[in-house]
């Protein structure tokens, strides 16, 4: 027997829940499958437990793509005030942590059962611990999809089945495997908004500092982010980190400024004016986390009085704070990130509807296209907004 509804939807994720409660809302039959044996996982353990839902400062340049325009228009037609509605209709109290980063005051609970209640007062339907076997396109058009709870067919298709990272929250390689089997390019993945790792020897230098964490500006190539970074075990992580790791590639140099906005030199020639018999050990001391400062004249710096410093070697030491070069080994992969980068590519997906140029009836949307966001609410708000554009749509 095949169940027939309007809309299937495979993955019941931040992305996959907005589009079933925007299309059922509109009167379509929706139903969406999930094959983990609850919705909103990744939302639930986001932002800490109290989930940073969205950002209310986000443009398309917070998003990274090879198409860097795709997602302009989604992002248009619903923004973060239109998501800041839906959380105020369902009175959940938020506030702004950083950076135009909201977050719930108690509990990303509240989002995912905000999402539910949605789905269920427009009578879109979920099924959980369904596992999708395969998808067939059908003569009569339309898509059939086999799961371990029967056979469901639709005329419409949305793939909301996300990245790779978190492979124990339901992460599945699926939306690209199936986007490969319509005649989709998948651009190639990798971790994204991840903490780098270390080897040899500033992995050692550094290990038994794990748990130190200072403001910083880390730079890769053209891009910068100032932040918090922590050091771990493993090597570096901590916003900063995590927002560079997306724009660093292996091999490729990474800077850190270790007194972010204020001029390294300066300081240094004012330590040397007011305190010329201290050393420089200690004079960092004072700027940065101690031990962290401590190290860093074991290893990087020469320590000695501030008075015994001439220009040139105070300009070296200040270019070493300016730019301090860590080589990261690689970063902690899938098993810690919070997105994937690349995915689906985006050229083949029309940017009105996320409906696939190469399939008709076929959606695409959320984390599994080729488009990434910062740290900070911005890939909730692209999947919020996503969703409800393939949501209105089909
Ligand atoms: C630890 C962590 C914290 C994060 N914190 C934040 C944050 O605070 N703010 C923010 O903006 N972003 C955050 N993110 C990123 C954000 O969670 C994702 O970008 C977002 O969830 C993507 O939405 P999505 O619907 O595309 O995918 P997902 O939310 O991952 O949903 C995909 C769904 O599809 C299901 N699925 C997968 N394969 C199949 C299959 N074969 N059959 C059926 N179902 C399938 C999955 O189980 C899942 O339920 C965080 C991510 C992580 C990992």
Same mark, same amino acid.
């Given at each position: 027997m095949v169940f027939t509804h309007d809309v299937l939807v495979i993955g019941g994720g931040a992305a996959g829940l907005m589009c079933a409660a925007t299309a059922a809302g509109n009167g379509r039959n929706v139903l969406v499958i999930e094959h %983990?044996?609850?919705?909103g996982k990744k939302i639930l353990m986001s932002g800490g437990g109290r989930c940073n839902f969205t950002n209310t400062g986000t443009t398309p340049a917070n998003y990274l793509s090879s198409?860097?325009?795709?997602c302009r228009s989604a992002l248009a037609r619903y923004t973060p005030r239109d998501f800041i509605d839906l959380v105020e209709k369902h009175r959940i109290a938020y506030h702004e942590k950083e950076l135009g980063q909201l977050f719930c005051d108690d509990s990303s609970k509240q989002i995912v059962a905000m999402l539910l209640a949605e789905c269920a007062q427009a009578g879109a339907r979920i099924a959980t611990s369904c596992s999708v076997d395969r998808v067939q396109q059908q003569d009569t058009g339309g898509y059939a999809v086999h799961t371990s709870q029967g056979v469901f067919s639709a005329p419409s298709l949305v793939i909301a089945?996300?990245?790779?990272?978190?492979?124990?929250?339901? %992460?599945?390689g699926f939306g690209f495997a199936l986007a490969k089997q319509f005649g989709h390019t998948v651009l190639p993945t990798r971790a994204g908004l991840v903490p780098l790792t270390l080897s040899g020897r500033p992995q050692e230098q550094l290990?038994?500092?794990?748990g130190v964490a200072l403001p910083v500006r880390a730079t890769s190539g053209k891009t910068a982010f100032e932040n918090a970074m922590l050091v771990t075990h493993r090597g570096i992580s901590g916003p900063a980190i995590l927002q560079i790791s997306s724009y660093w590639q292996p091999g490729q140099p990474l800077h850190l400024d270790l007194l972010p906005g204020r001029d390294a030199l300066e300081v240094l020639q004012q330590q040397r004016t007011e305190r010329p018999a201290a050393e420089l050990k200690t004079v960092l001391s004072d700027l940065l986390p101690r031990r962290f400062a401590l190290r860093l004249c074991e290893h990087w710096l020469p320590n000695r009085p501030m008075k015994q410093f001439n220009e040139p070697q105070l300009r070296q030491a200040a270019d070493l704070l300016r730019a301090w070069p860590l080589v990261a080994s690689g970063t902690e992969g899938?098993?810690?990130?919070e997105v994937t980068l690349g995915?689906?590519?985006?050229?083949?997906?029309?940017?009105?509807?996320?409906?696939?140029k190469r399939a008709p009836g076929l959606h695409f949307i959320g984390e599994v296209l080729d488009v990434t966001g910062w740290l900070g609410g911005y890939n909730f708000q692209w999947a919020w907004a996503s969703g409800h554009a393939a949501g209105m749509a089909v």
């Open positions: %983990a044996n609850r919705v198409n860097p325009h795709f089945s996300g990245g790779l990272s978190i492979p124990s929250m339901g %992460a599945s290990a038994d500092l794990a899938y098993r810690t990130a995915g689906v590519e985006t050229r083949e997906i029309s940017q009105a509807t996320f409906e696939s």
